[in-house]
């Protein structure tokens, strides 16, 4: 079954809309959710592989929208019959081939797993942020240095800090995301509380090539310039990122950062 999870930093909770791009189905609506949510298709009618289009929140008189790109196919839908095909045939036979028959079950068996085969996994995020020594996770350089929790324990490596960031968000500076890092994308790095690095967190699978030794980022108009270091680590839920400081000294002022090829 194919389904997609969706997380907010900023709020619980929530009414949701669902467009599909498929003009053959219409808008649906999602009712009240509650984050972290899972949107399940055939919970509203909808075929397993119709996951493509805007989902549309209203949150505490804020609206935003975020679009899926499809995760599923028709693969399935289409094999499906092929299989059944086949089975009538094997039944057909039962008669004079007990040894067909005893096979079935393990074929039916087959059958049930194959849902999962085809479900695609959900699109990790880009985040960036400006946090550290006056808050938790109390350190100006989050590769190096000890990191607290928001529960006061130490981290044991940066995956738990990174995640207590998320799971946490009201104990951490603010806290940005991006769906992907291309040729000219622009976001605001957050000001800080006190003077800070600045970081970016990008999933392996964004296919960007290595920040450190190619110049790619330029902060408040200044010629691109590359990370000036960078921590490779997995998240709980299997990916695996790349965090990079930027090459500045520690600063407490936002800044704009521009992504260049």
């Known amino acids: 079954m194919a389904t997609v999870l969706f997380t907010s930093n900023n709020y619980s909770s929530g009414t949701a809309v669902f467009t599909p791009s498929d003009s053959n189905y219409t808008e649906t609506n999602l009712g009240s959710i509650a984050f972290p949510y899972t949107f399940d298709p055939t919970q509203f009618g909808l075929p397993q592989d119709i996951i493509e289009g805007n989902f549309v929140f209203t949150t505490s008189g804020c609206v935003f929208t975020k679009t899926v790109a499809?995760?599923?196919?028709?693969?399935?839908?289409?094999?499906?019959?092929?299989?059944?095909?086949?089975?009538?045939?094997?039944?057909?036979t039962q008669p004079t081939n007990a040894t067909a028959a005893?096979?079935?079950?393990?074929?039916?068996?087959?059958?049930?797993?194959?849902?999962?085969?085809?479900?695609?996994?959900?699109?990790?995020?880009?985040y960036y942020f400006h946090l550290g020594a006056d808050g938790y996770p109390y350190a100006q350089d989050l590769i190096n240095e000890e990191l607290f929790k928001s529960d006061n324990s130490i981290a044991t490596n940066y995956t738990e800090s990174f995640e207590d960031m998320l799971d946490n968000p009201s104990k951490y500076e603010p806290v940005g995301t991006l769906p992907a890092l291309e040729n000219k994308t622009m976001f605001t790095m957050p000001a800080s509380v006190t003077s800070n690095f600045y970081w970016i967190a990008v999933p392996v699978t964004a296919g960007l090539p290595d920040l450190t030794e190619e110049p790619h980022l330029e902060l408040d108009g200044a010629p691109a310039d590359v990370a000036k270091a960078k921590l490779e680590f997995t998240r709980k839920t299997g990916a695996e990122y790349i965090l990079y400081q930027m090459n500045t000294i520690p600063l407490n002022k936002q800044a704009d950062v521009k992504y260049v090829n």
Request: glycine content about 0%; cysteine-free.
């Open 70 to 92: 499809r995760l599923a196919t028709t693969t399935l839908a289409t094999t499906q019959p092929t299989s059944a095909t086949t089975q009538a045939t094997a039944a057909t």
């Open 102 to 126: 005893t096979t079935q079950p393990t074929n039916a068996t087959a059958a049930t797993t194959q849902p999962t085969t085809t479900e695609a996994p959900v699109s990790e995020e880009i």
